[in-house]
Antibody, heavy 126, light 108 residues
Framework: QVQLQESGPGLVKPSETLSLTCTVS????????WSWIRQPPGKGLEWIGY???????NYNPSLKSRVTISVDTSKNQFSLKLSSVTAADTAVYYC????????????????????WGQGTLVTVSS | SYELTQPPSVSVSPGQTARITCSGD??????AYWYQQKPGQAPVLVIY???ERPSGIPERFSGSSSGTTVTLTISGVQAEDEADYYC???????????FGTGTKVTVL
């Protein structure tokens, strides 16, 4: 059974960089896409971006200028950095594994999230 | 940016049927997925590929698709089904992942 665990500081000061790591156990990080998703208190889910085990990335356009996702296959980990944070970045941050199906009519991949971490609350405050 | 629209809330009595819709322009080209989220917990996949049910998910959960709208149906609602439900899909090219606005299901 694949398990994901987020780790990192729970409090970050405004204008600083938020850094989180997701450790994958019970399976290899190879051959999958891995995403970060966040949820502000009392609000909905927002996809932040993904990384493939090879290192290729894709980010939500609304966050792209501030986000960096990296992978360390030797440690079975991937990481998130979000720069210049404000109070609006206060949220529970989840890491998740992506799977894919294919809708024949479109011929494009259809991604979804099959395994999630428990989430970690990051508060941006001075 | 691409959006998926859900009703904010649905209320249903125990044993009745709850239906939650999700609308998006790319849904004819992309599958939809549904997640259940209870307070303080991570989301759990309850429907994939519009209408398939993962192992371990009760049969009362079902999904359907018609044009630009997908629907999650919970038949014979139980108290334990009270939760937030989110649809999820991607833009037509499969590049960006998108979550719906979320629907709170209240069991009366």
């Amino acid at each position: 059974q694949v398990q994901l665990q987020e780790s990192g500081p729970g409090l970050v000061k405004p204008s600083e960089t938020l850094s989180l790591t997701c450790t994958v156990s019970g399976g290899s990080i190879s051959s999958y896409y891995w995403s970060w998703i966040r949820q502000p208190p009392g609000k909905g889910l927002e996809w932040i971006g993904y990384i493939y085990y090879s290192g290729s990335t894709n980010y939500n356009p609304s966050l792209k200028s501030r986000v960096t996702i990296s992978v360390d296959t030797s440690k079975n980990q991937f990481s998130l950095k979000l720069s210049s944070v404000t109070a609006a970045d206060t949220a529970v941050y989840y890491c998740a594994r992506e799977e894919y199906t294919w809708k024949a009519v479109a011929g494009t991949p259809s991604p979804y999230f099959d395994y999630w971490g428990q989430g970690t609350l990051v508060t941006v405050s001075s | 940016s691409y959006e998926l629209t859900q009703p904010p809330s649905v209320s249903v009595s125990p044993g009745q049927t709850a239906r939650i819709t999700c609308s998006g322009d790319a849904l004819p080209k992309q599958y939809a997925y549904w997640y259940q989220q209870k307070p303080g917990q991570a989301p759990v996949l309850v429907i994939y590929k519009d209408s398939e049910r993962p192992s371990g998910i009760p049969e009362r959960f079902s999904g359907s698709s018609s044009g630009t709208t997908v629907t999650l149906t919970i038949s014979g609602v139980q108290a334990e089904d009270e939760a937030d439900y989110y649809c999820q899909s991607a833009d037509s090219s499969g590049t960006y992942r998108v979550f719906g606005t979320g629907t709170k299901v209240t069991v009366l």
